[in-house]
């Protein structure tokens, strides 16, 4: 997991501890026997000092000192606010950018996976056919008991079996399967966890019977609790688009799908991406509000735009 930017932890801290000041600044900063005297009346404050013209003093002294030190209540409250607001910010920033970093498919080793299982049971099949033609020219028997011997090398020795005639005049004999390749596990990865003391990254993903991935759900949470969660469905099974039809780097999946953001603060997003054959999109985001903010962009590599970003340009 790649360290987060900021110490999220420490800014939530500051959060904690502007505003445990600022509502001490409610009191006026006053404890003790200068606080109570403070808040006494003008008779009791007169029987406290006996002198009219000291206790007038005090009390212009006290509410002055008050007035001055609740001032900053607010200004401390609305600073901690903004500590807050910068933490969420950034690790909502960092995570859209884990979530996105190619997690789902690749590190959990899904790919890994079916690429294996596709070697394998190419192997499988290509034994299955072997296994075959050796029981059809009549050679299954030597080779079950003799599962290492090689073909090529056995009908080329002195007084080989009879079958090797046919195989050597067989044109359309199958090839030897070779070594058997890795077998994965019958289960493919479905989940990945990791966890350092930057935070947890948790990711699962939901296959269909061809072991494609038709949902995505991360979670990236901080040592204090503070999390990001994305959950991502798609409408259809891969549409791989390939623009030079060869397999290229720029091949690119045109299916939709829909993001479901659960932020920092508790508050939710949930993003429509429609997706053209040509990579190019349309992004119709809305908040928990109600706001509906759409963002589009012209290819598969391009960014999202929405028409504040044009203004601004």
Not at 163 to 182: I, K, L, S, V
Not at 254 to 260: C, G, S
Request: glycine content about 8%; proline content about 5%.
């Amino acid at each position: 997991m790649a360290d987060f930017s900021i110490d999220y932890s420490a800014l939530h801290t500051v959060q904690k501890k502007m505003h445990e000041l600022a509502d001490q600044a409610d009191s006026g900063g006053a404890t003790g026997a200068f606080k109570e005297v403070g808040e006494d009346t003008s008779s009791e404050r007169r029987a406290v000092f006996g002198d009219a013209g000291l206790s007038s003093a005090f009390n212009l002294f006290y509410r002055r000192s008050s007035s001055r030190t609740k001032q900053a209540k607010d200004g401390l409250g609305q600073l901690a606010d903004v500590f807050s607001s910068v933490a969420n910010t950034f690790f909502d920033a960092d995570s859209q950018l884990s979530s996105a970093a190619g997690l789902m498919g690749a590190s959990i080793g899904l790919d890994d996976w079916k690429n294996d299982k596709e070697a394998h049971d190419a192997w499988q099949a290509d034994k299955t056919a072997w296994d075959a033609y050796l029981d059809k020219i009549g050679a299954g028997d030597y080779f079950d008991q003799h599962p290492d011997a090689d073909i090529g090398e056995v009908c080329r020795a002195d007084g080989a079996p009879s079958w090797c005639e046919t195989w050597q005049n067989d044109t359309d004999a199958p090839d030897p399967p070779g070594p058997e390749p890795e077998k994965p596990a019958a289960d493919p990865p479905t989940t990945y966890t990791y966890e350092d003391e930057n935070g947890k990254v948790e990711v699962k993903v939901e296959l269909n019977d061809k072991y494609d991935v038709m949902k995505e759900t991360s979670t990236i949470t901080t040592p204090d609790g503070q999390s990001y969660t994305s959950v991502t469905t798609y409408d259809s099974a891969p549409k791989i688009i390939d623009p030079e039809g060869n397999g290229s780097k720029d091949a690119f999946d045109a299916r939709d799908y829909t993001m479901v953001t659960t932020y920092a603060d508790g508050s939710k997003t949930t993003s429509v991406f429609v997706i053209g054959d040509d990579g190019s999109g349309t992004m119709t985001s809305t908040d928990q509000d109600g706001k509906v903010t759409v963002s589009t962009r012209s290819g598969p590599d391009a960014e999202w735009v929405t028409p504040e970003d044009d203004d601004e340009e």
